[in-house]
């Protein structure tokens, strides 16, 4: 598939800003919340890269204004759950930050934004696992990898937040993140091994809806030129670039976090601000540039026709 720059940046940061508003919610919901203004700074924080990944969605869209009949098929389409819960998070975010201001209890209203957050990523996930025509995203490891990604992302954006307030989460913080970025590592690693061994296999029958094992014999090319559907539907990667993207990814979103929490983890008294902000930054990278391999490396099955 082709990359499109506005779903990758959206995936990204939504992610990221809902993962820090699940961490966010669930110290409110354990009455565990630091001090109101870093609480709000973090609500803030994550209201951003929401909203900013929210609208940069709508770039990729024909109709951009028609945005608003996406909401209508919630029945039926996860784009549109995810787009109904998506806003339905900003109630609790708002009912929060307003328990924080006035002082009242934020448990309930920490527990229904952590909640809200969680399905908005599964739906995230779901639109695209639910795509029959892309095996590579039909990998049962699609809907756990988009979730661990928000919340590792998420997370760190938070502590990085309460260290630079002068709260910082403690050593059990980062060991919890190393262990999130070396369950990441292994993660991507393995999907990406049955993506180079064919084990999500497609024959050229299931372009046409046929059983796999029906032999199919093209006769002739459909077009001679490339056109909308080998440009969109089957970007092709070689693979050394692959392989070479992947490498940056896994340094990015799993190796350097690791290494900078290390620290954190084993001394005390360790200023932990720089080393969560620098993790952060550096996982939102790695996680930008897997995200662009999951649209480049997905093969349409349509492609099977040239």
């Given at each position: 598939?082709?990359?499109?720059?506005?779903?990758?940046?959206?995936?990204?940061?939504?992610?990221?800003?809902?993962?820090l508003w699940l961490w966010l919610?669930?110290?409110?919901?354990?009455?565990?919340?630091?001090?109101?203004?870093?609480?709000?700074?973090?609500?803030?924080?994550?209201?951003?890269?929401?909203?900013?990944?929210?609208?940069?969605?709508?770039?990729?869209?024909?109709?951009p204004q028609r945005a608003w009949?996406?909401?209508?098929?919630?029945?039926?389409?996860?784009?549109?759950?995810?787009?109904?819960?998506?806003?339905?998070?900003?109630?609790?975010?708002?009912?929060?930050?307003?328990?924080?201001?006035?002082?009242?209890?934020?448990?309930?209203?920490?527990?229904?934004?952590?909640?809200?957050?969680?399905?908005?990523?599964?739906?995230?996930?779901?639109?695209?696992?639910?795509?029959?025509?892309?095996?590579?995203?039909?990998?049962?490891?699609?809907?756990?990898?988009?979730?661990?990604?928000?919340?590792?992302?998420?997370?760190?954006?938070?502590?990085?937040?309460?260290?630079?307030?002068?709260?910082?989460?403690?050593?059990?913080?980062?060991?919890?993140?190393?262990?999130?970025?070396?369950?990441?590592?292994?993660?991507?690693?393995?999907?990406?091994?049955?993506?180079?061994?064919?084990?999500?296999?497609?024959?050229?029958?299931?372009?046409?809806?046929?059983?796999?094992?029906?032999?199919?014999?093209?006769?002739?090319?459909?077009?001679?030129?490339?056109?909308?559907?080998?440009?969109?539907?089957?970007?092709?990667?070689?693979?050394?670039?692959?392989?070479?993207?992947?490498?940056?990814?896994?340094?990015?979103?799993?190796?350097?976090?690791?290494?900078?929490?290390?620290?954190?983890?084993?001394?005390?008294?360790?200023?932990?601000?720089?080393?969560?902000?620098?993790?952060?930054?550096?996982?939102?990278?790695?996680?930008?540039?897997?995200?662009?391999?999951?649209?480049?490396?997905?093969?349409?099955?349509?492609?099977?026709?040239?």
């Amino acid at each position: 598939m082709h990359p499109a720059f506005s779903v990758i940046f959206f995936t990204t940061f939504s992610g990221a800003g809902y993962g820090l508003w699940l961490w966010l919610g669930l110290l409110a919901a354990g009455n565990a919340l630091p001090a109101r203004l870093p609480s709000l700074f973090a609500l803030a924080l994550g209201f951003v890269c929401v909203s900013a990944g929210l609208l940069s969605s709508t770039l990729h869209l024909g109709q951009p204004q028609r945005a608003w009949r996406a909401f209508s098929q919630w029945r039926s389409s996860w784009l549109s759950r995810e787009g109904v819960v998506a806003v339905l998070c900003f109630l609790p975010m708002l009912w929060l930050a307003a328990a924080l201001w006035f002082g009242h209890d934020p448990r309930w209203a920490g527990a229904l934004l952590s909640l809200l957050s969680l399905l908005t990523v599964a739906c995230t996930a779901m639109i695209y696992a639910s795509l029959k025509p892309i095996p590579a995203w039909r990998h049962p490891l699609v809907l756990p990898v988009y979730l661990l990604f928000a919340l590792f992302t998420g997370g760190l954006l938070l502590a990085a937040l309460l260290s630079l307030s002068g709260a910082p989460p403690g050593n059990l913080a980062g060991f919890a993140a190393m262990l999130a970025a070396f369950l990441l590592w292994r993660l991507k690693r393995h999907g990406w091994r049955a993506i180079d061994r064919g084990d999500l296999p497609v024959a050229r029958a299931s372009a046409l809806g046929l059983p796999a094992d029906r032999s199919i014999k093209v006769f002739e090319r459909p077009h001679t030129e490339a056109n909308y559907l080998t440009r969109e539907m089957g970007f092709v990667l070689a693979r050394k670039h692959a392989g070479k993207l992947r490498g940056i990814a896994l340094l990015l979103f799993a190796l350097v976090p690791a290494l900078c929490l290390l620290p954190v983890w084993l001394l005390v008294h360790i200023d932990a601000t720089p080393w969560f902000l620098v993790a952060a930054l550096s996982a939102l990278a790695g996680t930008l540039v897997e995200r662009w391999l999951f649209f480049a490396e997905a093969k349409h099955v349509v492609t099977l026709y040239y």
